[in-house]
């Protein structure tokens, strides 16, 4: 019978997702046919799946692990931010609807109905399944309504291990406080703990480690080490962007909108030595060498221009191209470069329409369908075959659209204006693709070396290597039920 894991945090950020991507790779590698499966993730961060559907971006990544294409049951229900108080809800792959925080408890029966039938999909076709959970189970006010944590584990009677974040401070506090809130019947369901992201040798905490099990009672699978390549993999969340500081190089800005989505199109650009990417956050000015700007994608197209002016980044950007410099919009950030914005059906907000940055002549107006597809595309200007993803509502026409970007199945896709320096497209992943990232850095007489996929697998390879030197990665799996 199909055996599950699976792991849950003590709070957003302490690691989950590389863990069981670690943990994945580990099990592949002992001959189990593995998969990854999280019940309900919230990330404005997805993955197209082969079907046409979305999920999030660390499933297709655990999915990666494991050696299989991502599918929509590896993450059944997808929260998408749109504002502070609402979200777009995934279910199975497909947007169903917008709720606020408020109404999103009067979901949960359906919701629940739909995690239950993608995990037994999953345990059906594979030896084990490694559970992911989000954010932490010692929300207990969020426990009756719980499809991601103890009501997930519960409801499929799934052996759960703890993972703390050392590297945060209170570790100890917070595997004991989560024994001591949640329910004595969600705590059986605990066969352990470990603790994640110790810098330094891990001995000296042996006493820490210690307590913990004397309070809780539970087993401890280990102490794992900071993993200083954690970062050359596709973060989910737009809280741990981080790309390493250097000095000279190509100078690549990248706008960090308050919605961005799909912010991993810059990891690629990150792992090249001749390229400094900059992730440009609120209330800090448009650097002066910035030789290129990209306005990445977002899930709030009208409500991140807002964002943008208000950060005078508008301003920024005139002043950028009046110095020669050159500016990409991807999905959302194409979108925003157009004359206008409209949405009169109120498809991503309040209806509406907005004045653009009128940087490219095109005009975008927001239809309630999505468009969800992977695509083999051809760079207009070098003629490079590259595959990418659309994952967009919204159409957008104008003459600028006469010099396409790509081409798509023959037909023009995105938009660059008269001068060539300023540029649009729907497609996200490019940079993914070396030989396109080699001819797009060629134009700024920037030779591109990474080989982002091959290295990708090497660094999920290092983390499962991590895995096995500091934790009991047998025991882990032997506590799979």
Not at 383 to 401: A, K, L, Q, S, V
Not at 427 to 439: E, Y
């Amino acid at each position: 019978m199909t055996r599950a894991l699976m792991l849950q945090g003590t709070g957003s950020n302490v690691g989950k997702s590389m863990l069981v991507a670690g943990l994945c790779r580990a099990a592949r590698r002992r001959g189990l046919s593995v998969a990854p499966f999280k019940p309900q993730n919230m990330s404005n961060n997805a993955a197209v799946t082969a079907d046409g559907g979305e999920i999030g971006r660390a499933q297709a990544l655990q999915a990666l692990a494991c050696g299989l294409d991502p599918v929509t049951d590896m993450n059944p229900v997808l929260l998408k931010p749109e504002t502070d108080t609402g979200a777009q809800v995934v279910v199975q792959g497909r947007r169903v609807t917008t709720a606020r925080a408020r109404d999103y408890g009067a979901l949960r029966p359906r919701l629940m109905d739909a995690v239950l039938e993608s995990f037994a999909r999953l345990r059906a076709a594979h030896d084990l399944v490694v559970v992911e959970g989000a954010g932490s189970p010692a929300e207990v006010n969020l426990r009756p309504r719980d499809i991601a944590n103890m009501g997930f584990a519960r409801a499929a009677d799934v052996p759960v291990v703890l993972a703390g974040d050392i590297d945060r401070g209170g570790v100890i506090a917070q595997i004991v406080g989560t024994q001591a809130v949640i329910d004595p019947a969600d705590a059986a369901l605990i066969r352990g703990f470990l603790v994640n992201k110790f810098r330094g040798d891990p001995r000296l905490f042996d006493d820490g480690y210690a307590e913990i099990a004397r309070h809780t009672g539970w087993r401890g699978f280990g102490v794992l080490p900071w993993f200083p390549e954690a970062w050359r993999l596709p973060a989910e969340d737009a809280v741990e962007m981080g790309t390493p500081q250097r000095d000279g190089g190509l100078h690549v800005v990248c706008l960090a909108l308050s919605r961005i989505a799909n912010f991993d199109d810059l990891d690629p650009l990150a792992q090249e030595p001749g390229v400094r990417v900059t992730m440009l956050g609120p209330g800090r000015a448009l650097p002066g060498d910035a030789d290129v700007v990209i306005l990445p994608g977002t899930k709030a197209t009208r409500g991140d221009l807002a964002f943008l002016r208000a950060q005078g980044w508008d301003v920024d950007l005139a002043a950028h191209l009046r110095r020669g410099g050159h500016v990409l919009g991807i999905c959302g950030g194409y979108q925003m470069l157009g004359h206008a914005v409209a949405d009169p059906d109120g498809a991503e907000g309040a209806p509406g329409r907005d004045a653009g940055l009128g940087m490219l002549d095109v005009e975008t107006v927001m239809r309630a369908d999505k468009q969800l597809t992977r695509v083999a595309a051809t760079h207009a200007a070098s003629g490079r075959p590259f595959h990418g993803y659309e994952i967009h509502i919204g159409r957008t026409e104008g003459p600028d659209r006469a010099r396409p970007f790509a081409h798509v199945d023959g037909e023009p896709e995105g938009a660059v204006s008269p001068c060539g320096r300023v540029q649009g497209s729907y497609l996200h992943g490019m940079f993914r693709d070396d030989g396109f990232r080699a001819a797009w850095l060629a134009q700024f007489g920037v030779a591109g070396r990474a080989r982002y996929d091959a290295g990708v697998e090497a660094v999920l390879d290092a983390l499962a290597d991590h895995l096995e030197a500091h934790l009991d990665v047998d025991g882990l799996l032997a506590a799979a039920a």
